[in-house]
């Protein structure tokens, strides 16, 4: 038993293909795990494998999958952590989903999440905040905690979860795992709630790179239901890489230096991780983002807008919560969203609203394109440079439930080093480069669009040669 | 033109433009693939995508853009080679994902004119829900339940707004006609009024003749026929005139014509004035209208209706005013070509009988369905232009084609009402009986004054029951008075 839990899922695949491994017994070790867990990263737990499971010949085996909550799953709560969906049922499956299913990955549950993916602790979600494994007093990250915490704590083997400005990466650092943030446009978004389009990606939470390549190469594709989902360029492999020759690093002094308030158990993690780079034979030297530092603000004016549009169909007229007025519309729409939406979710809508207004809509919104367009071309000219640009995935190590809770902004500086990549639609991955406390630290990576094959073989170079541990949380 | 009198003396000239959705007849919906529908059950043609379930994203369906590129086209517009899709946000029922997808301020198409009125803009965008509010009142406020189907909800449509060229109601009737020709020739709707395939909305103002500045305008919602938007639109420029004799400011506001009562009322509801903070679509791309795209709709153009009565005036010699009859009124030329293709001969000639024909089987029937076959009306025009029977004789066998159908030859032969002509003993006799009837007139005729000869030729044309053909019957009067 505790042997199927220590096999990363990629070599829990190949036992299943081999004939080694019975993958109803790798369900139902993970299943009853799940079931038992105690961190509240399920919202939602299968009751058992599904029938006609023969994975003999599938890519992914039959290891199961934890899925955020915000993925449609037909007949299955899908709630995107929020009262105002409780108890959900959509009647189709997200793209995504259905294809992980397809090549051998079925559904173990769904994971707790920040309502509606607006969130960097999971704190703000609508049915209680998940518990970092490697520390119960502490948060998972988020908004995708519920995913991470499950990969992490060995109640799942992997976990897919989306990234909008950092939500895979932040609580992959924090911890202690891999969380890819894809290319927009190489995953569908076909079944994911909304939170902002144009920024939203699926992606994987794992063990370690392999678990994120092979899951990932599942994901891919052009989807008839996405208009703004593409064909992924090239075949993606598992990564082989053994070293960084020739890998030019790029270091952002923008998000590096003391702007982003990194502390220094991460600030001395991320160094020690540039150093097993350099040995690992890569150049290593600053470069310019200089309209980095206003990516949070962009990011904020941008997300909420296209949130405020994207959330309004909530309004208990044909699914989910519904709080009768007093027999009129208006009172309806009010009451069922005031009573539905968390304090977090109706900030976002309000300022998202309020840039979208006649009247301000260039100042805010309007600007902040501008700025997108901007941070996109400092990209664009660093990787002219540079193969990757390298930060901290996070400022901080996992902080204490209810830390930053009262302070909205000091919240929103989680995402200072994750929301630049989004903004620019490109790939970033989040890997485990130590501990700082006895609590992970994360070490990102990114790259031009389409770039995940490099960016996952440098990731895996790197992680072998940080050697991370992460068993003592699957404890 | 309907301005009307004043009492401080100035004459005010009525400044109109249109907006028009137009239901496209596509085979599915604007942005996922459920059918389109019309009078089905309830909630049959519906899926995540046009429920707005949560995260559901939308398509956009290549045909509408097909009949969006062909209307710009036929429209002379400039389309645009990347255009976008906005979100226009407001909550209502009706409006499942709280914003409609439409077209802002870069729309497929731009300029163009249809007639003698400019066009400002064509864009794509989807039609809401539809609302049947359950109570006495029929309208949301006071209902018991309101129900939502949501079949129509996603339906293509193309939002046409004009330039303010139209200047009566009357205008603004014909012009709308000729539109919703024009958009029929060109197969991309069904253009029912009745049934909300095309929609019309009317901005209204006045002011003072001659004046360059427009006068604040009025919107008038949904004028859902022809009749009405010609009778909103005049009551809705006779409120203003009012208004302004008064010493009053016209307040800009959107209205609602009862066409029952024929009240105009303030519209207190979603219409009103809202901002609905418009931001590009972040689910679909771009729309790109490439060089291959704008070749399939060109190449799918029918002749249009303005091009059609150019065409008639230009090469058959009609008169303007028939020019525009069958040039307009597609199902009119139509039948008008096939008559032609009968009997060509004389275009003119078989032009003006198709007034006739309308009038008697109602003017806004298609003459196709009624029992006069364009043969059998080439023929009877035939027929007058040979003399074999007078135009008088002529308009009774119409009436009779109308009522039972049948060939004209056959009717005129049945009926004995073949033209009496010159050689005709018949005629000659009448002729006789008429000058000896009344002596007077004949003196008179044969002292120069021609003009004595009515009585004559009225006694004739009486008696013969108009199978005499009053230029015959003159000519042969006149010889005899002169002869004698």
């Not at chain 1, 499950?150 to 990466?169: C, F, H, K, Q």
């Not at chain 1, 690992?280 to 949070?296: N, R, S, V, Y």
């Not at chain 2, 209706?305 to 040039?327: M, T, V, Y």
């Not at chain 2, 023929?379 to 007058?384: E, H, K, P, Q, S």
């Amino acid at each position: 038993m505790t042997e199927i839990l220590e096999l990363t899922a990629a070599a829990a695949a190949e036992r299943v293909r081999a004939g080694e491994l019975d993958p109803a017994e790798l369900f139902d070790a993970y299943r009853e795990r799940a079931a038992a867990e105690e961190l509240n990263a399920f919202t939602w737990v299968a009751d058992g494998p599904p029938a006609n499971g023969d994975y003999s010949s599938a890519p992914l085996g039959g290891v199961p999958l934890a899925v955020k909550d915000l993925f449609c799953t037909e007949g299955v709560p899908s709630q995107a952590g929020s009262k105002i969906l409780e108890g959900y049922r959509p009647p189709y499956t997200a793209t995504v989903v259905r294809k992980l299913a397809q090549a051998g990955a079925p559904l173990l549950g769904k994971t707790n999440q920040d309502e509606f993916a607006m969130g960097s602790s999971n704190e703000n979600s609508g049915f209680g905040p998940v518990l970092n494994p490697w520390d119960r007093t502490r948060v998972p990250g988020g908004s995708s905690g519920g995913s991470a915490a499950a990969v992490a704590a060995g109640l799942a083997p992997w976990a897919i979860g989306t990234d909008t400005g950092g939500s895979i990466r932040q609580p992959a650092a924090l911890c202690g795992i891999v969380g890819l943030k894809p290319t927009y446009g190489a995953c569908s978004r076909y079944g994911m709630i909304a939170f902002a389009s144009s920024l939203d990606q699926a992606g994987p939470l794992t063990r370690d790179v392999t678990d994120a390549a092979l899951l990932f190469s599942r994901m891919v594709g052009r989807d008839h239901c996405d208009s703004t989902s593409l064909e992924f360029p090239g075949e993606l492999t598992l990564p082989k890489a053994q070293d960084l020759k020739g890998i030019r690093l790029g270091v952002p002094e923008e998000l590096t230096g003391d702007t982003g308030g990194v502390e220094p158990g991460v600030r001395e993690s991320f160094e020690a991780t540039l150093k097993l780079a350099e040995g690992l034979g890569a150049t290593i030297e600053p470069c310019q983002l200089p309209h980095a530092p206003h990516a949070l603000s962009a990011y904020y004016l941008i997300a909420p807008a296209e949130a405020s549009a994207n959330l309004a169909r909530f309004d208990g007229v044909r699914y989910g919560l519904r709080v009768d007025g007093d027999k009129d519309l208006l009172t309806m729409y009010a009451h069922t969203r005031a009573a539905g939406f968390g304090p977090e979710v109706k900030r976002r809508i309000m300022l998202g609203t309020y840039a979208l207004s006649s009247g301000y809509y260039d100042a805010y919104y309007g600007t902040a394109q501008k700025v997108r367009t901007k941070i996109s071309e400092d990209f664009r000219a660093a990787f002219e440079r540079f193969d990757f640009v390298v930060t901290p995935t996070s400022p901080w190590t996992a902080f204490e439930l209810g830390a930053k809770t009262d302070d909205p902004l000091a919240m929103y500086l989680n995402d200072f080093c994750t929301v630049p990549m989004p903004l620019a639609g490109i790939p970033a991955i989040s890997i485990p480069s130590g501990l700082s406390d006895d609590l992970p630290v994360g070490f990102q990576l990114a790259g031009p669009a389409f770039s995940e094959q490099r960016l996952l073989d440098a990731a895996y170079a790197l992680e072998r040669a940080i050697g991370f541990d992460g068993s003592s949380a699957r404890r | 033109m309907t301005s009307g009198p004043t009492v401080a003396g100035v004459e005010y000239e009525p400044v109109i433009g249109l907006e028009i959705h137009v239901q496209l007849k596509t085979v599915t919906k604007m942005f996922c693939g459920c059918e389109l529908s019309f009078g089905d059950e309830p909630n049959s043609h519906c899926c995540a995508v046009c429920l707005g379930l949560p995260g559901a994203l939308p398509v956009v369906n290549e045909r509408a853009i097909h009949f969006g590129l062909m209307i710009g086209l036929a429209f002379g517009c400039e389309i645009a080679d990347r255009s976008l899709f906005h979100r226009k946000n407001y909550f209502y029922p009706d409006s499942p994902k709280g914003y409609q997808i439409s077209q802002y301020d870069v729309p497929l198409c731009l300029g163009g004119q249809v007639g003698d009125v400019r066009i400002h803009r064509v864009h794509l965008e989807e039609d809401a829900a539809k609302l049947n509010h359950i109570g006495a009142s029929g309208r949301i406020h006071g209902a018991d339940r309101s129900w939502v189907d949501f079949n129509r909800c996603g339906t293509p449509l193309v939002e046409i707004v004009t330039e303010p060229d139209l200047r009566s109601s009357e205008h603004a009737r014909d012009w709308l006609r000729l539109l919703r020709s024009t958009l029929r020739v060109l197969g991309v709707s069904d253009v029912n009024m009745e049934e909300g395939s095309l929609r019309c909305d009317a901005n209204v103002s006045v002011r003072p003749a001659g004046s360059a500045d427009y006068g604040t305008k009025t919107e008038l919602k949904n004028m859902n026929s022809f009749r009405f938007l010609e009778r909103g639109v005049r009551a809705e420029i006779d409120r203003q005139i009012g208004i302004l004799n008064a010493g009053e400011a016209v307040v800009q506001e959107t209205l609602h014509f009862d066409p029952t009562s024929g009240n105009i009322t303030a519209l207190r509801s979603k219409e009103e004035a809202h901002d609905y903070r418009y931001f590009p679509e972040p689910d679909l791309v771009p729309l790109l209208a490439t060089e291959t795209m704008i070749a399939a709709a060109r190449a799918d153009l029918p002749e249009l209706p303005a091009d059609r009565a150019q065409r008639f005036e230009r090469d058959l010699g009609l008169s303007a005013e028939s020019a525009r009859l069958l040039g307009f009124r597609t199902e009119l030329g139509d039948y008008f070509e096939r008559a032609l293709a009968a009997d060509g001969d004389d275009p003119v000639a078989l032009a003006n009988w198709i007034p006739p024909l309308i009038e008697r089987i109602g003017s806004d029937q298609d003459p196709a369905d009624s029992k006069v076959s364009p043969e059998s009306l080439a023929t009877l025009a035939a027929m007058v232009g040979a003399k074999e029977v007078s135009r008088d004789a002529a308009r009774d066998v119409l009436t009779k084609m109308v009522e039972d159908g049948g060939d004209p030859r056959e009717i005129v032969a049945r009926e004995g009402l073949g033209a009496l002509s010159g050689e005709d003993d018949g005629l000659a006799a009448l002729v006789d009986a008429a000058i000896a009837s009344d002596p007077d007139a004949a003196e008179q005729v044969r002292d120069g004054n021609r003009r004595a000869i009515g009585p004559l030729v009225g006694y004739v044309m009486r008696e013969s029951k108009g199978r005499a053909d009053g230029g015959e019957v003159t000519r042969l009067l006149m010889e005899r008075l002169q002869a004698s």
